[in-house]
């Protein structure tokens, strides 16, 4: 099991970028797979993308071509490249590690806002 710490939220421009991070502790973060979500205010929790141990990924038709997950198995390390950010993509963003036989594993959520 891991855990994650999220960092990389704050208030941006419309039009702007972001780069989110999520750092897992333990060695065997390479076997989840790891997926970003965010839940706006009064809104359910939607899956951004997910990433797999082979480095397969499927993207929300949303934010596909203007968010990009990345990850840096022996960092330990999951990123989330956001562009062009519009208002609707406020809300607050969480970190999942997901492994057969394991319970998911969440981060504590960072926040993004957009805002001009």
């Known amino acids: 099991q891991v855990q994650l710490v999220e960092s990389g939220g704050g208030l941006v421009q419309p039009g702007g970028s972001l780069r989110l991070s999520c750092a897992a502790s333990?060695?065997?973060?390479?076997?989840?797979?790891m997926g970003w979500y965010r839940q706006a205010p009064g809104k359910q929790r939607e899956l951004l993308v997910s990433?797999?141990?082979?480095?397969?990924?499927v993207y929300l038709d949303s934010v596909k071509g203007r968010f990009t997950i990345s990850r840096d198995n022996p960092k330990n390390t999951v990123y989330l490249q956001m562009n062009s950010l519009n208002l609707e993509d406020t809300a607050v963003y969480y970190c999942?590690?997901?492994?057969?036989?394991?319970?998911?594993?969440w981060g504590q959520g960072t926040q993004v806002t957009v805002s001009s």
């Open positions: 999942k590690a997901a492994r057969r036989g394991y319970s998911d594993l």
């Open positions: 333990g060695s065997i973060f390479s076997r989840y797979t």
């Open positions: 990433i797999t141990t082979d480095g397969s990924t």
